[in-house]
DNA sequence: ACAGTAACCTGTTTGC
DNA sequence: TGCAAACAGGTTACTG
């Protein structure tokens, strides 16, 4: 589910119910996420100075560190009167007077973290690439990572250590707008295509954004409604379907151990 | 350094 | 209808 949009809209719907509030309790139901839950209780009164996501981890900022989460791939937060009654697949909890911010995560390969330090410098996120929609993110820098290497070019934006924030989803739906196969090799790219394609995964991630991300099964904004971006996708999960552009059956294949959809005749 | 694979978990869909 | 296999938005850890 969550890729950046995801992440970005839950960050945008939580924000203005938490910033600046003081936490009055914290609940842990389910320890075993990703990595364990470490113990919360400090949080206990203060205040939340900064909500901040950096690649698909949302950073709620306090005086004395940070809270990382992660809602990898079937979480979600949603913000809720402090008395709702939790599911089997609600593991977590911050209460923040009579409302809670409260992650739901069936798979479980979600995260809850805690850092003294700044959160740039943790390990999880001091060896990340750069945002997709800031400037370090241009044509230049893309080529000269696609030199690097010859994996797909989709194996590539997808890498966390090139860009972050690029998952199935929008990887599939960038190179269909880019007109490139997800398949070519990276390094076998001009450094025009390349550089369109740094325009095609802006162009994609900010629309998503726009949309409140994409919703296929679970994904949830804060108060619950969906992310209307799945109406846009042009060829995610449409094997088999018509081109949108040319008519061209879809076709889809393996690609480092993700499906990958593409249309044969617009990507090569 | 790089590339490929398995692993973490559960729910839903697909195929026999 | 029932059951097992395959598959799903992410990322790390391990292997060669």
């Keep these: 589910m969550p890729e950046l949009p995801e992440v970005e809209t839950t960050r945008r719907g939580i924000e203005p119910h938490i910033l600046g509030k003081a936490v009055s309790g914290v609940v842990v139901r389910q320890p075993k996420l990703r990595w364990p839950v470490p113990p919360l209780h400090h949080l206990n009164g203060q205040r939340v100075r900064m909500l901040e996501r950096r690649a698909k981890y949302l950073l709620i900022g306090f005086k004395h560190g940070t809270l990382i989460l992660h809602l990898g791939m079937s979480g979600s937060l949603r913000v809720l009167p402090g008395d709702t009654p939790a599911g089997k697949h609600d593991h977590f909890d911050l209460q923040f007077g009579r409302q809670c911010l409260r992650l739901h995560d069936p798979r479980r390969f979600g995260a809850v973290l805690w850092t003294n330090r700044p959160p740039g410098e943790h390990e999880l996120i001091t060896h ?47 190179l269909f707008l880019a007109g490139i196969n997800p398949v070519r090799a990276c390094n076998r790219i001009s450094r025009k295509r390349i550089g369109n394609l740094v325009g095609c995964i802006r162009q994609v991630l900010a629309r998503a954004i726009e949309q409140g991300g994409t919703t296929l099964r679970d994904f949830q904004r804060e108060d619950g409604r969906p992310g ?41």
């Design 128 to 174: 990340l690439g750069p945002e997709p929609l800031s400037d370090a993110f241009d044509p230049d820098y893309l080529y000269q990572q696609a030199q690097r290497r010859k994996v797909p070019i989709k194996q590539l934006v997808m890498d966390g250590k090139v860009v972050v924030g690029v998952g199935n989803i929008y990887a599939t739906e960038s």
């Design 228 to 268: 209307y971006f799945q109406q846009e996708l042009r060829v995610y999960g449409r094997e088999g379907e018509t081109c949108p552009v040319c008519g061209t059956a879809i076709r889809a294949r393996q690609i480092g151990q993700r499906t990958s959809a593409w249309c044969p005749h617009c990507q090569h």
